[in-house]
């Protein structure tokens, strides 16, 4: 609906109280668009994170199949984002994205529980070369000299 305004008359209160709610609909319609395209393109960002660390740091906590497989799914996700889902709404986006973090959570995991390991390996071999760095030279043992 739209406000019928006579530029030559000053507006009358109706029209102005008419004219408000007519920007504020417009405004709360942008800001869903804004929202709706915000959520796309998260979604949008998550699959090729996603194909990325499936390439790089989580190829070393998944099998060949289970890699394929959620390869598959981002695929699938990717050409429905482009293909049917290309006009979707916000919250088909935000479904989209939880699937998939539903399915690459436990990879993500498994990930950091690997990485937390492997920093304390390196943390107990430092201290170990600094443990014969320092200890080992000052230490006589019989028999050696």
């Not at 804004?34 to 740091?57: G, W």
């Not at 293909?83 to 973090?101: P, T």
Request: hydrophobic share 35%.
């Amino acid at each position: 609906m739209e406000t019928q305004v006579n530029f030559e008359e000053p507006l009358t209160s109706q029209q102005i109280i008419q004219l408000v709610k007519e920007e504020n609909a417009m405004l709360d319609c942008d800001k869903h668009a804004v929202e709706t395209a915000e959520k796309k393109n998260e979604l949008e960002a998550y699959i090729y994170d996603s194909k990325n660390k499936l390439n790089d740091v989580y190829s070393g906590y998944i099998d060949a199949e289970m890699k394929q497989f959620i390869l598959n799914e981002l695929d699938k996700t990717n050409q429905w984002l482009y293909g049917e889902g290309a006009r979707a709404s916000k919250g088909e986006y935000a479904n989209k994205l939880e699937e998939l973090k539903t399915l690459i959570q436990p990879l993500n995991e498994r990930y950091k529980k690997g990485k937390t390991v492997m920093e304390a390996l390196d943390d107990f071999s430092a201290k170990v070369t600094q443990f014969e760095n320092k200890i080992l030279p000052e230490v006589k043992f019989p028999g050696l000299y």
